[in-house]
């Protein structure tokens, strides 16, 4: 059983300047909710209990967010206001402990995460990075995504990677799988993954030959992106205290995942749907739009506002 996740939220976001200057990108709302919110039901429908935040001095309105507020309690209950009191003491489940540890020094996604180890070692964990929100319109939380990777990795022991395909324009911005010749032939129109031909096959994984970070569009082996979404062993750990400084002279997680697939062959997961890139502004703009259009709150309304702005 895979009960816990890591959410690595050290970065300062310095995307999203000047928004992010002195609240976390991660308290931004997508509509009636902190992007964290998001992120935390996420794990929590994919059954995760325990979830390590890899923190940073600057995101103590986080830590907040998920403590009890007792001021605010009391004064809810004392004004009738049921349902909002119900929306407050349901941000953090009874059942499911938040912890949190400071990185310090930010050095990369693979530094941020070995932070976590004194937490989870021992036991195969999900690491869940908050700037990707995975459109929870197009799945079922319940059980695509997080929770098919944590099932596919009970079966098979192998780590699960989640990949989506971007605009090989796009690409220098993320990790990107390189599947091998075999299914490039099958699957692959040149460098662009074909999507319609994979679904048809029925296949339920695709392979790791290797993992590259941040290429170039002409260096990428294909336009398969690693999506922030990963199911791995326990075995993690020694190859993290392994890995060099890489890409922007991080200390990459593709980089660790590179060298541990070398001894324990991992597979890629096709996201069910889609994700924004909430690390990004326009990333971030869309996921606020496609939540809005869709709230059953504001949906109509919204809908309409944007028709009548003349704009599409
Ligand atoms: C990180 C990872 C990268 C991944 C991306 C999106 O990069 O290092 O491999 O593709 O998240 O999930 P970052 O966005 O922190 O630069």
């Keep these: 059983m895979i009960t816990k996740a890591i959410i690595p939220m050290a970065e300062l976001g310095t995307k999203m300047l000047p928004e992010t200057k ?60 049921r349902q909002q009191l119900e929306e407050i003491q349901s941000i953090c489940p009874p059942d499911i402990s938040i912890m949190y540890v400071r990185q310090g020094k930010t050095r990369g996604l693979a530094h941020a ?21 995975i459109n929870q319109f197009k799945c079922d939380m319940r059980t695509d995504n997080l929770k098919e990777m944590i099932d596919r990795f009970n079966e098979t022991g192998r780590n699960q990677i989640m990949v989506q395909p971007v605009p090989l324009s796009n690409i220098s911005a993320y990790g990107v799988i390189d599947t091998g010749k075999d299914f490039r032939d099958k699957y692959f129109d040149g460098s662009i993954f074909n999507e319609k031909a994979y679904q048809e096959s029925q296949e339920k994984s695709i392979p790791i030959e290797n993992l590259v970070e941040k290429p170039e569009a002409d260096a990428a082996p294909g336009n398969l992106a690693i999506v922030g979404r990963y199911v791995v062993s326990d075995k993690i750990w020694d190859y993290l205290e392994n890995t060099p400084p890489g890409a922007g002279n991080e200390i990459q997680f593709t980089d660790t995942l590179r060298l541990m697939n070398r001894d324990y062959p991992m597979d890629a997961v096709l996201i069910k749907g889609d994700s924004f890139d909430c690390g990004s502004q326009l990333g971030y703009m869309k996921a606020f739009i496609e939540y809005a259009l869709r709230s059953r709150r504001f949906g109509t309304d919204m809908a309409e506002f944007i028709r009548k702005s003349g704009r599409i």
């Design 22 to 81: 002195s609240i976390p990108m991660e308290m931004l709302p997508i509509v009636d909710k902190p992007l964290i919110q998001y992120i935390v039901n996420e794990a929590v429908l994919a059954g995760i209990k325990e979830i390590v935040l890899v923190a940073h001095y600057s995101k103590n309105a986080v830590e907040n967010h998920f403590d009890k507020s007792f001021e605010l309690e009391s004064e809810l209950k004392k004004r009738v206001k």
């Design 113 to 133: 995460i070995s932070k976590a180890k004194p937490l989870v070692r021992g036991e195969p964990f999900a690491i869940i990075l908050p700037d990707v929100l």
